[in-house]
């Protein structure tokens, strides 16, 4: 039937502006856009998983818990929230990557502390689907290595994620050893559905592209199954590790190993090591640590282009005053109300009274009201009622470089004690600790906060 208007028929004809998603398209297509907005939801992504991991954490270790509630349903979900942290993570560098932007940190660690570690996330996958996972650390593998334990540990969690993906019966087995280049080997087996000699070329091909236009491509066509190893096999190579090893037979399972330079560390307070992938190299070490920079032992590959040594001194003023003000008072300023109730409830485990604040401009009122207040004061001749101020960066009205400047600089003027502040935020960069510290954070904090790092900075700043 025809369209009929006012008892007349009549042609309808609709008009359609598709220039809004022509634009859309069009700014999808731009590789910075793309990049810039995936990494966006990321970051977005990563505050709620953070608080995830953080209170199931402290809930897991909370005493009125029956250990049998935490080990049956909430150690799955926490291993669960920590698989699904590793991805974020995955997508993260999968976008820095392609502009040269993957941060990386080299410390000293223990490396069956971090084969355990990783291992612990596989233990349920490994009950259901009745597919055992084994553990082989060679005798000659040292108790502490310097490497980027981040990115390693990613690494193996992507390579067991895809044995037990393809795995269904016999067995996954991670295995670590020292080869006879004095390389750390890592190796991940399977006994799963394995590879015909064509397709392993193909996910060769895939591996070894140097160009990631084209590995991208390819990853879509395979529906994001390589995705993972693709990602894997950059971050090998960006730690100073080798192209990755594939060996596969149809019907009998897969084997992906890796070697990484082997330095041993005897010295567990060796220095730490950041860089760019523009090789832009800084030693920071703990505080007191005296070391030449001409001795610092970069990674094979990395060739230093420029050295600070960063120690986060703790201002006299602070540390002086620590025997007499015993106050445990701390006051926690984040936009975000999932970060604030984190770190809010590792604090007041540790015995904190805490006080919070959304903003830096809500942070100045109640520094201001708690410290007029006589009610809050201890017995301490320098009692400063607040014992430390934890200070996100990136907050609405006003942020938290702007809110410690204003802070320190009350304190100039003696209208405020000596009262220490604290940054603690997922912006972790070396420039941004550095802002910081210029504005008078006397320590700096990345996102998610784990407790060895908090406890180190409260005994530093609190007796």
């Avoid at 008009?15 to 856009?33: G, Y």
């Avoid at 082989?136 to 290595?145: A, K, L, N």
């Avoid at 912006?427 to 784990?450: L, T």
């Amino acid at each position: 039937k025809g369209t009929v208007f006012n008892g007349n028929p009549c042609l309808l004809l609709m008009f359609f502006d598709n220039t809004a998603s022509h634009e859309v398209a069009r700014l999808l297509d731009n590789d910075e856009f793309r990049n810039n907005l995936l990494s966006s939801v990321s970051h977005e992504l990563k505050t709620p998983l953070n608080c995830t991991i953080g209170l199931l954490s402290e809930a897991i270790g909370h005493p009125m818990l029956p250990p049998a509630l935490a080990g049956e349903f909430l150690g799955p979900v926490l291993d669960s929230a920590r698989l699904m942290s590793y991805l974020v993570n995955d997508i993260l560098d999968f976008s820095d990557a392609r502009q040269d932007k993957v941060k990386l940190h080299f410390v000293a660690f223990s490396v069956r502390e971090l084969v355990e570690e990783v291992r612990s996330l596989f233990i349920l996958t490994s009950e259901v689907k009745r597919v055992p996972l084994s553990i082989e650390i060679s005798h000659d593998v040292p108790s502490m290595v310097f490497a980027e334990r981040t990115r390693l540990a990613q690494v193996l969690v992507n390579l067991l994620s895809n044995a037990f993906k393809f795995t269904s019966e016999g067995q996954v087995k991670l295995s670590v050893s020292v080869d006879e280049s004095s390389m750390l080997r890592f190796a991940v087996q399977d006994t799963g559905v394995g590879m015909t000699q064509e397709e392993r070329d193909n996910l060769v091909k895939i591996l070894s592209d140097e160009d990631g236009n084209h590995a991208v491509s390819r990853v879509r066509r395979s529906k994001g199954v390589c995705l993972g190893l693709t990602i894997s096999q950059c971050l090998t190579q960006l730690i100073g590790g080798s192209t990755m090893d594939v060996v596969s037979l149809k019907g009998f399972g897969s084997m992906f190993a890796f070697g990484l330079p082997l330095q041993i560390v005897d010295d567990p307070t060796v220095m730490q090591i950041e860089n760019s992938t523009e090789r832009q190299v800084q030693v920071m070490l703990p505080p007191n640590v005296p070391m030449d920079v001409e001795e610092a032992k970069v990674p094979d590959g990395f060739s230093v282009k420029e050295v600070n040594i960063r120690e986060i001194v703790v201002p006299a003023d602070v540390s002086d005053m620590n025997s007499s003000c015993s106050c445990r008072r701390c006051l926690v300023v984040d936009d975000n109300a999932f970060n604030i109730v984190t770190l809010k409830t590792k604090l007041v485990r540790r015995g904190f009274h805490v006080v919070t604040a959304m903003n830096g401009k809500e942070a100045l009122s109640t520094i201001e009201n708690v410290v007029k207040n006589p009610a809050n004061r201890c017995s301490g001749a320098q009692c400063r009622s607040i014992s430390a101020v934890f200070m996100d960066v990136d907050m609405p009205i006003l942020n938290g470089l702007d809110a410690t400047r204003a802070i320190k600089e009350l304190i100039s003027k003696g209208e405020l004690p000596h009262i220490p502040v604290v940054g603690c935020s997922a912006f972790d960069s070396q420039e941004d600790i550095r802002q910081g510290i210029d504005v008078g954070m006397c320590d700096y904090i990345p996102k998610p906060v784990h407790d060895a790092t908090l406890d180190h900075v409260l005994r530093r700043l609190i007796p």
